[in-house]
C-alpha cells in the first residue's frame, strides 16, 4: 500500500478531485507517510494545482512543525496565482524571516512579483527587484518577464518596463506580449502596434515572432480604441498565416466587429468556427446584444441549449442586456423564470441587469423584489437600484438608499453622486442637493469633472446660480460639458448676458463649443430679449464653427423673432429654414401672432398648421381657436371646440411647481 501510494503521488499527470485528495490525505495518515517531507511535498503540489483545495493544502502547511524549503517555496507559488495573492506575500515574508535569502530562486522571485502585480504592491514589488538585482537574478528571462508585466501595469511606470525591456540582451515573445499588454492598458496603443510591427520584421529577434496571444491583444485593443481598419487589416494577417484556425482569435475578431456594428461579419466568423465554446456564444449574444438585436440573441441562447451548453452569468447578462435594450419585458421575465426553474443562483452582475430591465420597464417593485432577494451586493448594484428609483420618479427612495449605503460600509463612487444628482435636479430638492455635493467634497468625489458638471446642471435647475458658478469657478478641469452646463444655466434662469460672457470666456480659452453649448447660447438670447446677439450667435455656430442646425436652434431662433414682435422676420426665416418645419414652430409663429394681434398672419399660419398634420394636440386647438375668435371666425371657433371632444383631446390646466416645491418631500414620488 504504501509503495503504490508513494508511486501514486509523484505522478505528476495526474489530476485528482476534491473527494480523492482528501482520501489520499486520510491514507498519508494511516500509513504513516505524513511525516515524510517528500511525500508531502508531492501531495501538496497536487493540492496547488487545483484552485479549490488551496486553503486545504494552507491547513497542512500549517501543521508542519518545520517545513523545508521546497514546501515554502510551494506556497509562494501555489497563492501567486490565487484570488488571495496577499497570502503568497505573507509566506514569503516568513520565509525571509526564517531562511534569509537562501529559498530564492527565478521561480519563486516571478511568483512572489506577480503577486504583488496582482495586489498593486508597487513598494514590495521594487523592494523584491531590489534583492533580485542583489542575488543576480535579473538575467533571468522569466523573472524580467514577471518584472515587465509587473511595472507595465502602471502609467506611472510604464518607463520602467520600457527601459528592461530596452536592456535585455535576449527577449522571448512572452516579452513582447507584456510590453504590449503594458502598452494597450495604459492606453498607448500606437506603441504596442510599432512593437509588434517590430517583432513581425524580426527587428528585435529573429527568433521572436508574434503568436496567438499578440493577435488578440492587439485586436481587444482595436475594439477599445476604435481602430476598426487596422483590426481588419490584422484580420487579413491572420488569414494568410495559420492563425485564422485559432478560436481565441476569432473570439476577438467577432468581439471586435459586433463593437463597431459590423453584425454580419461577426456572424460569418461564428458560423465559421467549427468547435465553438463558451466564450463564443457568450460573445455572439453581447455582439447582438450591443447591437439591440434582441430576437437574434434569444435565437442564438436557444440554439446553444439545444447543442447542449449551459449558460453562465455571462451568458445570461448579455440576454438580459439585449431585452433592455429592446425593451422587451416579456423576454426578460422568461430568462428570469429559466433561472429560478433551473436552479441557477442569480449572480451580483445577472442581479443588477435585472434591476436595470425591470426598471426600465417601470416595474420599479419588480426591480426591488431582485434586490432584496440578491445576497451579495457591490456598489454597482446600490447604483442600478438609485437609478431606477429616479427614472420612476421615487426620488425620496433614492434618498433612503444612500443612507443604506453608509450602514452596509460600502463606499459610493460617482456614479452614486450623479444618481442621486439627478434626484436632486428632477425633484427640486436644493436641501438634499446640498447634502450630495457636502459628500462629494468630503470624499474627494468632487475632483471628478462628471460630478462637478452634475452639480452645475443640478444647482441651475434648482434655481441656484450662485452656487453652479461656485462649483464651476472651483473645479479643477473643466470640458465642453462644464461650459455648456453654466451657459445653459444662465439660459434658463433669465441670465442672457451672463450666458453670452460664458460662451465668451469660453471660446478665448479655445474651447470648441458644441451644438448643445449653442441650443444654451441662442435660448439665453431668445428669452433676453437679445435679437441682434442671437442672429450673431446664429451666424457664429454655422460659418465659424460649421455645426448643422437642428430644429432645437431653429425653433430657438423662431420664438426669439417671435417674442419680439417680428413677425415678418420670423416668417422669412421659417420659409428658408434648412430642414423642414415642424408643428412647434408653426405653433411658435401662430402664437406671435396671437400676441401681437397680426390676425391675417396667424389665420394663413394655422391653415399651413393643419395642412401639415392637422390639429392633434391641445396646444394647436388653443392657438387656433384663438385665432378664429379674434377674426371673429365663431363658426370655426365652435368647430374646433367640437373636434377637441370628439377626439378627447383635454387641455390640461396649467400647475405651479412653487405649490409642488413646499410639499414635503416623502410625498414626492409616492
Not at 482528501?22 to 501538496?44: D, P, V
Not at 481587444?220 to 492563425?243: D, Q, R, W
Not at 394663413?604 to 398634420?613: A, M, R, Y
Request: glycine share 8%; with cysteine; hydrophobic share 45%.
Amino acid at each position: 500500500m504504501r509503495d503504490k501510494l508513494v508511486h501514486l503521488l509523484h505522478q505528476k499527470i495526474t489530476f485528482f478531485s476534491n473527494r480523492q485528495l482528501l482520501q489520499i490525505h486520510a491514507l498519508l495518515f494511516t500509513t504513516g507517510l505524513n511525516a515524510n517531507h517528500s511525500c508531502l511535498l508531492a501531495f501538496m503540489e497536487h493540492c496547488a494545482s487545483n484552485p479549490s483545495t488551496l486553503d486545504h493544502m494552507s491547513l497542512i502547511f500549517q501543521c508542519i512543525q518545520q517545513p523545508n524549503v521546497a514546501i515554502g517555496r510551494l506556497m509562494i507559488r501555489g497563492y501567486a496565482s490565487d484570488v488571495n495573492p496577499f497570502k503568497s506575500l505573507s509566506y514569503f515574508r516568513d520565509m525571509q524571516w526564517t531562511k534569509q535569502n537562501s529559498f530564492l530562486d527565478p521561480f519563486i522571485c516571478a511568483s512572489v512579483i506577480k503577486a504583488c502585480g496582482r495586489l498593486t504592491a508597487i513598494p514590495e514589488g521594487k523592494s523584491v527587484h531590489g534583492q533580485i538585482i542583489r542575488l543576480g537574478l535579473d538575467s533571468n528571462v522569466n523573472v524580467l518577464n514577471t518584472l515587465i508585466h509587473f511595472y507595465a501595469n502602471s502609467a506611472s511606470l510604464i518607463s520602467s518596463s520600457r527601459v528592461l525591456f530596452e536592456r535585455m540582451p535576449h527577449r522571448t515573445i512572452v516579452t513582447v506580449n507584456c510590453m504590449i499588454l503594458g502598452f494597450m492598458k495604459n492606453k498607448l496603443f500606437d506603441l504596442g502596434l510599432s512593437l509588434f510591427n517590430q517583432a513581425l520584421s524580426g527587428s528585435l529577434d529573429l527568433e521572436v515572432k508574434p503568436n496567438d496571444v499578440t493577435i488578440v491583444l492587439l485586436i481587444s485593443g482595436c475594439a477599445e480604441f476604435g481602430e476598426l481598419g487596422i483590426g481588419k487589416s490584422l484580420h487579413c494577417y491572420c488569414c494568410k498565416t495559420s492563425f485564422y484556425v485559432e478560436m481565441t482569435i476569432s473570439n476577438a475578431l467577432i468581439n471586435l466587429y459586433a463593437k463597431f456594428g459590423c453584425i454580419d461579419e461577426a456572424a460569418m466568423l461564428f458560423n465559421e468556427i467549427p468547435c465553438k465554446d463558451l466564450f463564443s456564444w457568450n460573445t455572439m449574444i453581447a455582439g447582438y446584444a450591443e447591437n439591440n438585436n434582441c430576437g437574434k440573441a434569444l435565437a442564438l441562447f436557444r440554439e446553444m441549449r439545444f447543442r447542449g451548453l449551459e449558460a453562465d452569468g455571462v451568458t445570461l447578462t448579455s440576454l438580459i442586456s439585449a431585452c433592455v435594450q429592446g425593451r422587451d419585458l416579456d423576454a426578460g421575465k422568461r430568462i428570469h423564470a429559466y433561472m429560478k426553474t433551473s436552479g441557477i443562483s442569480i449572480t451580483v452582475s445577472v442581479g443588477t441587469a435585472l434591476i436595470n430591465l425591470y426598471s426600465k420597464c417601470r416595474l420599479i417593485e419588480s426591480a426591488k423584489i431582485v434586490f432584496d432577494e440578491l445576497s451579495r451586493k457591490n456598489i454597482v448594484t446600490w447604483n442600478c437600484m438609485i437609478a431606477g428609483y429616479v427614472e420612476c420618479g421615487h426620488f425620496s427612495k433614492a434618498f433612503k438608499l444612500f443612507d443604506m449605503i453608509h450602514w452596509e460600509k460600502l463606499k459610493p463612487d460617482e456614479v452614486t453622486m450623479l444618481g442621486l444628482i439627478s434626484a436632486c435636479r428632477n425633484s427640486g430638492e436644493l436641501n438634499h442637493g446640498i447634502r450630495v455635493h457636502t459628500y462629494a467634497q468630503k470624499s474627494g468625489l468632487h475632483e471628478k469633472t462628471v460630478v462637478g458638471n452634475a452639480l452645475i446642471d443640478m444647482y441651475a435647475k434648482c434655481g441656484s446660480m450662485s452656487r453652479a458658478k461656485m462649483v464651476f469657478d472651483n473645479m479643477f478641469e473643466r470640458d465642453v460639458i462644464s461650459w455648456t452646463s453654466i451657459i445653459v444655466g444662465h439660459a434658463i434662469n433669465g441670465e442672457g448676458e451672463e450666458a453670452l460672457i460664458a460662451f465668451q470666456q469660453m471660446c478665448a480659452l479655445r474651447i470648441k463649443p458644441n451644438a448643445v453649448t449653442f441650443i444654451g447660447v441662442l435660448s439665453a438670447c431668445n428669452h433676453a430679449g437679445l435679437v441682434d446677439d442671437g442672429q450673431r450667435m446664429y451666424e457664429i455656430m454655422c460659418k465659424m464653427y460649421s455645426i448643422e442646425p437642428m430644429i432645437e436652434h431653429l425653433g430657438c431662433m423662431v420664438d426669439m423673432f417671435a417674442r419680439a414682435g417680428l413677425l415678418e422676420e420670423a416668417h422669412e426665416f421659417v420659409k428658408n429654414m434648412p430642414v423642414k418645419p415642424n408643428g412647434v414652430i408653426w405653433r411658435m409663429l401662430v402664437s406671435g401672432c396671437s400676441v401681437k394681434g397680426d390676425v391675417d398672419l396667424g389665420l394663413s399660419l394655422v391653415n399651413k398648421l393643419i395642412g401639415l398634420k392637422g390639429l392633434d394636440t391641445p396646444e394647436d386647438f388653443v392657438i387656433s381657436s384663438k385665432i378664429f375668435a379674434e377674426a371673429g371666425m365663431w363658426d370655426d371657433v365652435l368647430y374646433a371646440r367640437r373636434l377637441m371632444m370628439d377626439n378627447q383631446i383635454i387641455k390640461r390646466p396649467g400647475k405651479s411647481s412653487i405649490a409642488g416645491a413646499c410639499e414635503p418631500f416623502d410625498e414626492l414620488g409616492s
